[in-house]
């Protein structure tokens, strides 16, 4: 049975796993560039995020003191024991509990006044995003602590319609062009994600969903792929480095995403994640099992 009380209990431990343990494929990725590094002073950068990342997972402590605005990704398979006003305030009363806990940082508050109610909670936040998956009868939950400086960096265009080899090339000037005006300031190396197409919302929705991908895992559609390739070569072509003080590894990945496009325009969202890509994600099964991924 799936409880309002199993999904709070279950959001606080992906939220201590996300802001204290680093996937593997992000740490891989972080070594990796470390090792190919040149630059001196990029190295000392790396050495540092992977010594933060040591000590973050050997103390269980946050791997960033911006512990990142709740937001949720959520997978509904065929669950007749789920009630969605539960899984919403289950997820809800974690994030309050898990920031008194862990603790965290209390990042949310009115865009207006400033002024927050505590515990990482507000007005639709956390938020969630839902997908239905009529294949499997679990639930999936995701946690994407978000950043402030990686989030305030975020840039939406909409292009005029081009045949394809036209819009690739477009689309890589607008990346390009964000990438250098962000500079340092989203904590490099990112995760770049991309959204392309469908409506304005839908763009950035798509390129948060993008950041969900582990690092090197390329999209299924072979065109999207290449775009993908070539979009991190040139990004990383531009020099920017670690923390934006130069080096080879500007970005440790890009992934895109794609929705249908109106006629007559080509939207295109790109959302940044800092070095400490943090995510978390858990499946819970009808009779209350839950796996930890």
């Not at 390129?207 to 090197?216: F, H, S, T």
Request: charged share 25%; net charge negative; with cysteine.
């Amino acid at each position: 049975m799936i409880t309002k009380e199993l999904i709070k209990a279950v959001t606080i431990t992906l939220l201590k796993r996300a802001e204290t343990t680093l996937p593997s494929d992000v740490k891989a990725a972080l070594l990796s560039a470390y090792e190919r590094e040149v630059s001196e002073i990029a190295r000392v950068q790396l050495a540092a995020m992977l010594e933060n990342v040591r000590l973050a997972e050997e103390l269980q402590r946050p791997i960033c003191q911006d512990t990142g605005l709740p937001l949720f990704f959520v997978r509904l398979g065929r669950c007749d024991s789920l009630i969605l006003s539960e899984l919403e305030t289950g997820i809800r009363d974690g994030v309050a509990a898990a920031t008194e806990r862990i603790p965290l940082r209390s990042n949310v508050v009115d865009p207006l006044t400033r002024q927050g109610e505590g515990g990482n909670v507000g007005e639709k936040i956390p938020y969630i995003h839902y997908a239905v998956d009529p294949a499997v009868d679990s639930v999936e939950l995701t946690v994407l602590p978000k950043g402030g400086g990686s989030e305030n960096v975020s840039a939406f265009t909409i292009l005029p319609p081009r045949q394809e080899a036209e819009a690739k090339e477009a689309i890589t000037r607008f990346v390009l062009q964000t990438v250098v005006e962000a500079a340092g300031k989203p904590c490099p190396p990112t995760i770049i994600g991309i959204g392309l197409g469908g409506s304005a919302d839908l763009a950035m929705a798509l390129a948060k969903r993008a950041l969900l991908r582990p690092v090197g895992a390329r999209h299924q559609e072979e065109r999207l792929a290449r775009l993908e390739a070539s979009l991190l070569e040139a990004v990383n072509q531009l020099g920017i480095g670690p923390m934006g003080l130069g080096g080879k590894t500007t970005a440790l990945d890009v992934h895109l995403e794609v929705a249908g496009a109106h006629l007559t325009s080509l939207p295109v969202a790109v959302n940044f994640q800092c070095w400490a890509a943090r995510q978390a994600r858990a499946t819970i099964h009808p009779d209350g099992r839950v796996e930890y991924a």
